[in-house]
């Protein structure tokens, strides 16, 4: 099944793109939502998710000084906005991508780690919280509010990232149930026999006229004598 226009949830391929319309899908809009609460996730952590004691210079982290915290929450939130640009540029291009396999595995991927950064996002929102709780506020200023936001916005991301998980697996469904509705085993046609000729009985069958049967002789018999 090479030629898969309409497959998995998409237009036709070959079909023009239309901004609006695109922008309107909720598999995008939930993927720019996500792009945007990763933005904001790395981007306090890195502006101010590291402070110093008044008495020294060296940073460390505002989560309980535990760096492990701190580079947790900026590689999730890394990753996660580079991954949205990389499947927002995959959903610009998918409807005009022909081949049905392609279109699988780029719905396959993007179920699969929509589905792992959900989990991770929990992941990261349950640790940032524990060890968020475990701090010293007297060792924290300005930064607390970044600390807050990136909590928040980390548990925000749970369910963006569950809803693209949601739409991923909505369209592998579609091309699954589009494959089965398509694909017609040979195996399982039956064959349909040969109908007699209309109108035809062997019960009423006639014998032609002008013949008949030759009966063998029972014996020899000589012939006349004149």
Sequence with gaps: MEGGGGAYGAAKAGGTFDLVRFVQQPQVLARIVSAVFALIVFACLVGDGYTNLPEGTQLFCVFNHNEDACRYGIGIGVVAFLACIFFFMVDVYFPQISNTTDR?????????????????????????????????????????????????????????????????????????????????????EVSTPYSSYPNISHENYQQPPFTHTAEAPEGYQPPPVY
Excluded at 157 to 176: D, E, H
Aim: aromatic letters at 24%.
């Design 104 to 188: 699988k595995y780029l719905v396959l991927a993007d179920l699969c780690f929509s589905g792992l950064w959900t989990f991770l996002w929990f992941i990261g929102f349950c640790f940032l919280t524990n060890q968020w709780s475990w701090t010293q506020l007297e060792h924290v200023y300005i930064e607390a509010d970044s600390a807050r936001a990136a909590i928040t916005f980390s548990f925000f991301s749970i369910f963006s990232w569950g809803l693209l998980l949601t739409f991923a697996y909505k369209r592998y469904k579609m091309g699954v149930e589009d494959f089965i509705q398509s694909y017609a085993d040979p195996s399982l």
